[in-house]
């Protein structure tokens, strides 16, 4: 079993940062792969980065790339989401979610979830 937990959401105005942190319990969870999503109120889950379990890979969505930066500290059982230049689009809750599998870009890959963190971005 792997329980994830996000943190460091919050309101910052456009062209600002955030860090968001994804800490998991489970010693299993440093050889999974990891991914971050968000959702916005009528709209599907959408896929945002991914990392492995070694961090020598990621992925990201085109609308984030450049911006964010996805990487894990393994010692610490965490994944990060560094974002920059943040924009109001980028207004969502953010999800991680672990899974043993390689990381993918489809929610239904993933076998983990946490229950989220809200970021909004004011103009």
């Known amino acids: 079993q792997v329980q994830l937990v996000e943190s460091g959401g919050g309101v910052v105005q456009a062209g600002g940062s955030l860090r968001l942190s994804c800490a998991a319990s489970?010693?299993?969870?440093?050889?999974?792969?990891v991914g971050w999503f968000r959702q916005v109120p009528g709209k599907e889950r959408e896929f945002v980065a991914a990392?492995?379990?070694?961090?020598?890979?990621?992925y990201y969505a085109d609308s984030v790339k450049g911006r964010f930066t996805i990487s894990r500290d393994s010692a610490k059982n965490t994944v990060y989401l560094q974002m920059n230049s943040l924009k109001p689009e980028d207004t969502a809750v953010y999800y991680c979610?672990?899974?043993?599998?390689?990381?993918?870009?489809?929610?239904?890959?993933?076998?983990?979830w946490g229950r989220g963190t809200q970021v909004t971005v004011s103009s």
């Open positions: 990392i492995n379990w070694s961090g020598s890979r990621t």
């Open positions: 489970g010693r299993t969870f440093s050889s999974y792969g």
């Open positions: 979610a672990a899974d043993p599998r390689p990381p993918a870009r489809i929610a239904l890959e993933y076998e983990y």
